[in-house]
């Protein structure tokens, strides 16, 4: 049966949105972008209700041009988000700023608990 919000029941809307975004990320194959990280309520299975979002982090290569990646990141999860329902959140990093900043605690919660789909 269909949930209020056109998953399939039993099915984390969340999780739903997650898998989208990264597919269709996937399938851009964007200039530059080297890693696409879920973190936060989705990935540890916590995610529920419209106060959750899902949380991505993209590392993008030192040379690549940031602001297009993340126009592009943003208007594909602004689709997705249209079709599953949960806001994608994406924060964009250069791979000099991400190895810089490994002892941060959001970096490393990032590596504790996130799944990389790119």
Same mark, same amino acid.
């Given at each position: 049966?269909?949930?209020?919000?056109?998953? $399939? #029941? +039993?099915?984390?809307?969340?999780? =739903?949105?997650? *898998?989208?975004?990264?597919?269709?990320?996937? /399938?851009?194959? $964007? #200039? +530059?972008?080297?890693?696409?990280? =879920?973190?936060? *309520?989705?990935?540890?299975?916590?995610?529920? /209700?419209?106060?959750?979002?899902?949380?991505?982090?993209?590392?993008?290569?030192?040379?690549?041009?940031?602001?297009?990646?993340?126009?592009?990141?943003?208007d594909i999860?602004?689709?997705?988000?249209?079709?599953h329902g949960?806001?994608?959140?994406?924060?964009?990093?250069?791979?000099?700023?991400?190895?810089?900043?490994?002892?941060?605690?959001?970096?490393?919660?990032?590596?504790?608990?996130?799944?990389?789909?790119?």
């Amino acid at each position: 049966m269909d949930g209020a919000d056109g998953s $399939l #029941e +039993g099915e984390n809307p969340h999780e =739903l949105a997650a *898998s989208a975004f990264a597919r269709r990320v996937r /399938g851009r194959d $964007l #200039e +530059g972008l080297e890693s696409l990280i =879920l973190f936060g *309520s989705t990935a540890r299975g916590e995610a529920s /209700g419209l106060e959750s979002d899902v949380d991505f982090l993209a590392i993008v290569s030192n040379d690549a041009a940031n602001s297009a990646v993340e126009d592009e990141l943003r208007d594909i999860a602004y689709d997705v988000m249209l079709e599953h329902g949960p806001v994608i959140e994406v924060q964009v990093v250069s791979r000099s700023t991400f190895e810089r900043r490994r002892e941060h605690p959001f970096v490393r919660r990032v590596l504790r608990e996130g799944e990389v789909h790119v």
